[in-house]
């Protein structure tokens, strides 16, 4: 998302000897076409926290076209099932810990499956900040749908802990997110 971000990755990559390049692109207009294998974006990466739909879904749409023909495409998002049951905030609080963003203020619009709030996060040196979020939860059948209009066949959702992804897991409405697998005709 940002130059220091990037630096900080490549910092953490030197140490560990692990050769990775990194670039910064806008996620709603990538330039590859064709050109990977697999695409994966996980904790979010990117969406669904646009500001609107249409944002969101260029970012599905760049990732596919990444992709080569029998491709696949891996990603976790909101589970739009958790917040009919749950309340964010507390969700998101209860999971703090050291080193972990903390949610303030929140609310969830059911009109629009956004919650709206105040994140607190914490960089490797110290540093606070306060995000203001604006993060969209979807329902399995709308992912299944997208993706279908994005020539991705073969859609597997799965339920997702933080930080545990398994395709054993059955997606339920304890699933804050839900892992995705879909694969392009």
Same mark, same amino acid.
């Given at each position: ?75 976790? #998002? &909101? ?9 964010? *905030?507390?969700?998101?609080? /209860?999971? !703090?810990? @050291? ?49 279908? #209009? &994005? ?9 997702? *802990?933080?930080?545990?992804? /398994?395709? !054993?897991? @059955? ?15």
């Amino acid at each position: 998302m940002s130059e220091s971000q990037l630096k900080r990755a490549r910092e953490k990559a030197g140490k560990q000897n692990v050769q990775v390049v990194f670039q910064k692109h806008d996620a709603r207009n990538l330039s590859f076409f064709h050109e990977f294998d697999l695409a994966i974006m996980l904790c979010e990466g990117a969406f669904p926290l646009m500001e609107t739909d249409e944002m969101n879904f260029e970012i599905l749409k760049s990732a596919a076209n990444a992709i080569k023909p029998g491709g696949k495409m891996i990603f976790t #998002t &909101l589970n739009g099932l958790f917040p009919l049951f749950h309340s964010v *905030k507390e969700f998101l609080n /209860s999971e !703090a810990n @050291k080193g972990n963003a903390t949610c303030g203020e929140s609310s969830f619009d059911l009109m629009s499956f956004r919650d709206h709030n105040i994140t607190f996060v914490e960089d490797d040196f110290g540093n606070k900040k306060e995000l203001k979020c604006n993060e969209r939860y979807y329902v399995p059948s709308e992912i299944t749908w997208l993706l279908k #209009t &994005l020539d991705l066949k073969t859609i597997d959702i799965f339920g997702a *802990k933080l930080g545990a992804f /398994s395709r !054993a897991d @059955k997606l339920t409405t304890e699933d804050f997110e839900m892992l995705v697998v879909a694969e392009k005709r």
